[in-house]
C-alpha cells in the first residue's frame, strides 16, 4: 500500500486548505484510510479517517465541524477539506492506510503503512 499526502501550505486563521492523500489502487476497498497530524514537539494525533468497516468517516472533537474528509475512488484520492482553520491546527500532516477496529480507528499503532507528510501553518 502506497500512500502520498501533499496540499500543504500556508493559510491564515479562518481560512480554507484542502489536503489529498493519493493511494494505490485497491487501498479502499481493503482498508481504513486515516489522517493524522504532529506538531512541533508534540505527538502524531487523530485527525479523521473513512472506516472501511462502515464507509463512515470519524471525525477527532478538534476538527468537528470544520473539517471534511471525502473520497474520490476512481481517482483514489481522499481529501481533507479544512475550514475555519486555527493556529493549533499547525502541524505535519500524514495520511495511512490499516484496518482498526471502531474502538481504535484513532490510534495510530492500527495503521501500518504511512505516507510522507505535509506541512500545514495556520497563521494568527
Known amino acids: 500500500v502506497q500512500l502520498q499526502a501533499c496540499g500543504g501550505g500556508l493559510v491564515q486563521a479562518g481560512g480554507s486548505l484542502r489536503l489529498s492523500c493519493a493511494v494505490s489502487?485497491?487501498?479502499?476497498?481493503?482498508?481504513?484510510v486515516a489522517w493524522f497530524r504532529q506538531a512541533p514537539g508534540k505527538g502524531r494525533e487523530f485527525v479523521a479517517a473513512?472506516?472501511?468497516?462502515?464507509?463512515?468517516?470519524y471525525y477527532d472533537d478538534s476538527v468537528k465541524g470544520r473539517f471534511t474528509i471525502s473520497r474520490d475512488r476512481p481517482k483514489n484520492t481522499q481529501t481533507l477539506q479544512m475550514n475555519s482553520a486555527k493556529p493549533e491546527d499547525t502541524a505535519v500532516y500524514y495520511c495511512?492506510?490499516?484496518?482498526?477496529?471502531?474502538?481504535?480507528?484513532?490510534?495510530?499503532?492500527?495503521?501500518?503503512?504511512w505516507g510522507q507528510g505535509t506541512l500545514v501553518t495556520v497563521s494568527s
Open positions: 473513512w472506516s472501511r468497516n462502515n464507509n463512515r468517516p
Open positions: 489502487e485497491g487501498t479502499f476497498s481493503s482498508y481504513t
Open positions: 495511512a492506510a490499516g484496518r482498526p477496529v471502531l474502538s481504535a480507528i484513532g490510534d495510530p499503532r492500527m495503521y501500518f503503512s
